[in-house]
């Protein structure tokens, strides 16, 4: 584990080109990013719709060749998630399987990740990491420790800064009794707060090493060179050279990559770039240094409309002294820019010939409702995968699902479902179906009142057949009525009500039965989403 840790810090040390806070603790836990947490509270990173912070409560994963799985979120009043457990559905029930549970400070900034497994019925102590920051919220130090009948310390990470708060050095150790470095990466800047030099050092079992790269920049902060050495017998020697140039926009036009060899620096690769007058690139040529002179490898090339969407890809390779036709995208747009079609050919026996077709489907918001990809068999396009996606009535991802087309049917199959949650953060699940769910919090004012406030509302019966009753009651006195809608799983609304103004709840003593009834015996069995003012809840028609 310990090793595993080291060689994960040396590649983020040696690839951070800009300063940044290393996030590196429990490899099982992936699904926090606690870096820039408090800078995306104070932003709002989440969606927001009148005054409502949604929030991913449960993502449910189903599988045709593993288990169901499902990974519950909690947060606190502030949005800020609290705990993150995850299950497989087993013999017919959900069975823990692990649980991380966080604590902050009051500017949002981690203070503990503890994770735990479910272990002969009970949750076990596993591992956890602990944090430490200065007065200006800059990560001083990540504890990592095990938990073997009591807490052992197991690897430790420490950073420094200087007056502009730049991460100025990470020193990262393991415990064996004492604290042994293993690494150290030190970092200088340019009063723009340009990176310029970054210096590694290591020592793994008693073999020692350094590595280093010195940055420059032209006016604008755009890198023009990278130089990397390594040290060897004390003394410094150069290993590979990076040299860019840009326009005026700041768009790279070239991009030069050369080795030392020999005493003398000798040219690896280059590549060119060209753009419109919008910025949008037009051709990227690939070139590679053979026999004292550049050879043409790789001609990438782009045509855009006039609002910049591309609508022509293609790629040619050089052969035999000129380009040969390799593989082309043709795409259309709609009036929105969304993509509808994009249909991707193949470069034999002199001719195109068609490989792929993806045809997209969205809403009146934008949203993608259907992915179908088509082969190209026999002189004709045939099925082969199917993506259909739902949303809630505030954009929501709710459900996704794919499906291969097989022998003259669309069969769920396993593959690699992708989603945003409201903090435009993606998610990738493998399976065949995946459902999400949502929370939602307040959101406040800066003067501390509430943007908006909670209805105590009440829907029954849910399941329904041919009628609910809606009753609610607002926790903000005078808030008059509200608004009353219901949308389909497509988005769509298909009934309209108006507004409603307050009225008892069925389970309170003094009105029982009293609300509106709403006529559904006109919808179609399905989900449907009840939309009462600002707040949503599911409902459940069926016959």
């Not at 595993?4 to 699904?31: D, G």
């Not at 040299?243 to 590549?271: F, I």
């Not at 792929?356 to 934008?366: C, E, P, R, T, W």
Request: hydrophobic share 30%; glycine share 8%.
């Amino acid at each position: 584990m310990k090793s595993i840790l080291f060689l994960a810090w040396f590649a983020l040390a040696s690839t951070t080109l800009v300063p940044q806070q290393t996030e590196l603790s429990n490899p099982k836990n992936f699904h926090l990013d606690k870096n820039n947490i408090a800078e995306k509270q104070k932003k709002g990173n989440f969606n927001e719709v009148q005054g409502i912070l949604y929030l991913i409560d449960k993502i449910t994963v189903y599988s045709k060749i593993d288990s169901t799985k499902r990974y519950t979120y909690t947060y606190d009043e502030k949005g800020t998630i609290i705990s993150f457990l995850y299950e497989n559905f087993y013999n017919g029930k959900w069975v823990n399987c692990t649980r991380n549970t966080y604590n902050y400070d009051a500017n949002w900034n981690i203070l503990l990740d503890f994770y735990e497994e479910w272990q002969n019925k009970k949750w076990a102590k596993y591992s956890r990491n602990t944090y430490a920051y200065d007065a200006k919220g800059n990560l001083l130090s990540d504890l990592f420790e095990k938990w073997y009948g009591q807490w052992e310390k197991s690897t430790r990470y420490t950073y420094t800064y200087d007056e502009k708060e730049n991460n100025i050095s990470c020193l990262y150790e393991e415990w064996y009794g004492s604290w042994l470095n293993y690494g150290i990466s030190t970092y200088t800047y340019d009063e723009n707060r340009n990176m310029l030099t970054k210096l590694i050092e290591y020592s793994i079992d008693g073999n020692t090493g350094a590595f280093r790269d010195t940055y420059t920049y032209d006016a604008n902060g755009n890198r023009l060179s990278d130089l990397s050495e390594y040290k060897n017998n004390g003394q410094w020697v150069n290993d590979s050279r990076v040299t860019c140039t840009y326009n005026a926009n700041g768009n790279q036009l070239t991009y030069l990559d050369e080795e030392w060899h020999n005493g003398q620096w000798v040219n690896g690769w280059r590549n060119t770039n060209t753009y419109d007058a919008n910025e949008n690139q037009l051709t990227f040529l690939e070139e590679g240094w053979q026999n004292g002179q550049w050879v043409n490898f790789s001609l990438l090339t782009n045509t855009y409309d006039s609002n910049g969407n591309r609508l022509i890809y293609l790629k040619e390779e050089w052969e035999n002294g000129h380009w040969v036709n390799i593989h082309r995208e043709t795409d259309t747009y709609n009036s929105n820019g969304n993509r509808l079609t994009a249909i991707s050919e193949s470069w034999k026996n002199g001719g195109w010939v068609n490989t792929i077709q993806n045809i997209f489907i969205y809403d009146a918001s934008g949203n993608e409702l259907n992915h179908i990809t088509k082969k190209w068999q026999n002189g004709q396009w045939v099925n082969s995968f199917r993506y259909f996606y739902n949303y809630d009535p505030n954009g929501n991802f709710i459900l996704g699902e794919v499906f291969s087309w097989v022998i003259n049917q669309w069969i769920e199959t396993d593959m690699a479902i992708n989603f945003k949650d409201s903090k435009n953060k993606s998610y990738s699940y493998g399976g065949y179906k995946v459902e999400v769910t949502y929370t939602h919090i307040t959101s406040a004012k800066e003067n501390g009142e509430q943007e908006s406030y909670e209805l105590d509302c009440s829907i029954m019966p849910n399941p329904a057949t041919d009628y609910i009753e809606i009753s609610y009651s607002p926790s903000r006195e005078g808030s008059g009525g509200v608004s009353f809608e219901i949308y389909n799983v497509y988005g769509v609304k298909v009934l309209s009500v108006g507004e409603i103004h307050e009225l008892p709840l069925h389970n309170s003593s003094s009105s029982k039965g009293e609300g509106v009834r709403v006529d559904l015996s006109g919808f179609p069995p399905g989900l449907y989403f009840v939309r009462l003012g600002s707040r949503t809840e599911k409902l459940m028609v069926i016959r």
